[in-house]
């Protein structure tokens, strides 16, 4: 039985909804607006989030970027089952992270499908990423989770790829995912100089994991930067390396000079004691990270959390 959360300000279609997919079995919770569902879901993650788009005071596209920016919760799969079903609307949806739109009116069989859809592709990807290979989604919840229940400090280092979609367009998938195994390689590498206790995940495209001891975690993330240098120099060239850019298309089809694609990282010091949640801590990574992005490519911002 999968826990699926509604949002939608209208009362009849949420009770609607919540009596078509607990006939299918599924466990449902609501919420009356966008608010509403991001405070359910720090209580409790669902395996799969349905929101109406235009909702009073926070719409389905903010709690569909807000869900997706929170590197713990962006794999919950996002159904947007709205009544605007024009073509601009399902882009908005789809720039937002949603996985999948579905507008109203619609045919119950075909929202059972969709919704059965989803669940299983995200309970197939949740334990491995198949690009690295490393562990992700419940693995690293998991993780964590073990770490609290300790009751002693440790620390959180989340690394993401600064300048990689620039680098994704020019060279194409097969060279960028060669790098994202090269920067799983590189974390594992300098998470294993650290000590045999540290934990290495994946969450997912260019997003990093690396569960540690306080003292040890922002050598890590140096030593896993260095080592990614190394594999974006592999992938372009010394010649590349040694200017820190390399040419490219821009999107109106302009040739220009882009940055090397680099590794800023969010360390999080996590007191037990002061534990609220799992989506907590990735809120607070997220903002951390936007602000390890702002200082520069390649910054290391600590934050306790």
Known sequence: MSYILFADDNEDMRLVVRDLLESSGHEVALAPDGRGALASLQAREPDLLILDLAMPGMSGLEVCRAVKANPFTARVPVLMLTGQG???????????????????????????????????????????????????GRAIEDEIAR??????????????????????????????????????????????????????????????????????????????????????????GADALARGTYSGLDRDGKMKEFPLASVSTAVLTVDPARWESIAHLGTVAAETKRRAKQQGSGTIVVEAV
Do not use: W
């Open 86 to 136: 024009n073509i601009d609307s399902k882009i908005q949806g789809f720039d937002a992270g949603a996985d999948d739109y579905l507008p109203k009116p619609f045919d119950p069989r075909e929202l059972r499908a969709r919704v059965g859809a989803l669940v299983r592709l995200v309970r197939r990807e949740a334990d491995r990423n198949p690009t690295s290979g490393l562990p992700g």
């Open 147 to 236: 770490r609290v229940e300790k009751r002693a400090p440790f620390a959180v280092c989340y690394l993401d790829l600064d300048n990689f979609k620039p680098f994704a367009d020019t060279f194409g998938f097969a060279v960028a995912d060669e790098v994202i195994r090269g920067m799983g390689t590189a974390v594992r590498d300098a998470a294993s100089l650290g000590g045999t206790g540290n934990f290495v995940g994946h969450i997912g495209g260019d997003d990093f994991i690396v569960v540690a001891t306080v003292h040890n975690a922002e050598a890590i993330s140096r030593d896993a930067a260095v080592r990614f240098r190394q594999v974006i120099g592999h992938a372009l």
